[in-house]
Each structure stands twice: as structure tokens, then as C-alpha cells.
């Protein structure tokens, strides 16, 4: 497991490219036949990439968390972009389609990744938080998310997004988890954009084309600064960056958000012109 520590604002001003990329930047997340997990101490969360080809693999603890099994106390988000994909929980098995979502509560204690087909194998990605209490592990799939239609193809920012993991819907204890689709011929993914103080974020690019990028915009309001990305990578995102982003076409980003509250409006805008 890779450790990715805090960063302060202050400091964060004085990195070149490589030092950006190197702390908030996530690559070759998706290796075949195994499992990647990024430890950030940006509210403890988890990203992990998991790309199971011939054979199952399982999900084991890790000494960095010091627990007898890995969910012990934490709770689980996952989606797969691949395939479709099993996970079995316990002895329970789930099957996901292409962005189908399962949530597993804290206290599970044997979580096991499959493909279905090794032709077109299956890719879950996954957030995993600290935990209290436990609630029920439970699949959603794309058509059962809770869709929210934002945007306008004048603002170049026309899109929906998909809430798997949130209050009203797939509960749990600190993490909300969804998917957003940018249409055709639409870039932005927010702006204006906004920043939440009271909780960190971590978006998953992907469907994004050989020949494109996408420009993770990073920093605070006044202090902005940029990050390259490319398909299937990740980008860790701190309480005190503007949150957002625009592709050179349209892309698809999974988000995950852990911190203080559930609140998915909670968040402070950003006026466009206090923006450097």
C-alpha cells in the first residue's frame, strides 16, 4: 500500500509539475491481476484499483491499517468501468454489470474480486473510509442512482450525475460516492466552481479518449494550478482546493467524498472573479 501524506495550502504553492503530480496525481491504478490501494491521510481515505484476470483476488489488510481483516473498521464504495465483474462479501455474491455500484459495510470480512468473462474483465474501483457503525452492503446499478441533470451546452459543461452512495439513498457512515457522464461535446465538470472546507474528494477520470486529457484544476481560489490527466487516473483533491476540471473532449469521473457531512449541496461557491 502507498502513503500519500497531507499537504498544506501554503506549501502547495511552491510545487512545480512534478511535485503536484507526484503528491495528488494516482497512475496506473488498474494492474492486471491485482490489486492497487493509495493510502491518503487526506481524512484517511482508500483508493484502490482492482483488476482481476485469470483468477480471484481478495482483498487482505494491510499493516498500515492494523486490523485483523481490512474492513474491520472501515466501509467500502465500489464501481466497476470494466466488464462485468463478482464480488463476493462473506460468502454473499454480487454481480456488477459496467457501473454498477456496491457499498460494503464495515465488519465484512472477506471481500473477493472476479471477472466474468477474461476476455473483457471487469475494473472496480474503490473508495474506503473509517467507519462507525455498520450498514448493509448493498448494490445499485446505474438506473437505480439517483440522476441529476446539470448544465447547459452554451456553458460547455452539459451533464448528468449518477448518486450511488448518499443520505437519500445507499446509506453509510462517511462516504458519498457517485458517477458523472459529460454529453457530447460538453468539457467543464463544474464552473463555477466551489470549494468544501469540511470534506476532501477524490475523482477517477476514465472514459477518456487515447488522444485526449483532462485538466484537473487544483489549488485555492486565488492560487490555482493544474494537473494532467489521462484515462483510468485519479486525482486526490484536498478540503482546501476549488474542485473542478475541463477535457479537451467529453470524459466520464467517478467521485468520492469523505470528511465532516453527507450534505451533497454542502459546498461554497466560488464567484468568478476572485479566481487567479
Sequence with gaps: MEIRHSINPEDAKKYDTDKLRKEFLIQELFKPGEIKLVYTNFDRIIVG????????VHLATDTNIGTDYFLERRE???INIGGTGKILVDNKEFILDTKGSLYVGMGTKNVTFSSEDKANPAKFYMNCAPAHKNFPTKKTGIKQAEPIHLGALSESNKR????YIHPEGVQSCQLVMGL??????????????HTHIRRMEVYLYF??????VVFHLIGQPEE???IVVR???AVISPYWSIHSGVGTRNYSFIWGMVGENQTFTDMDSVPMDILK
Aim: glycine share 4%; aromatic share 8%.
Design 49 to 56: 484499483g482492482i483488476f482481476p484476470l485469470q483468477e480471484p
Design 207 to 212: 472514459n477518456i479518449a487515447e488522444d485526449a
Design 231 to 233: 484515462n483510468e487516473e
Design 180 to 193: 458523472t457522464e459529460l454529453e457530447p461535446n460538453n468539457t467543464w465538470n463544474t464552473m463555477p466552481c
Design 224 to 226: 490555482t494550478r493544474h
Design 76 to 78: 467500502a464504495g465500489i
Design 160 to 163: 448528468t450525475i449518477y448518486k
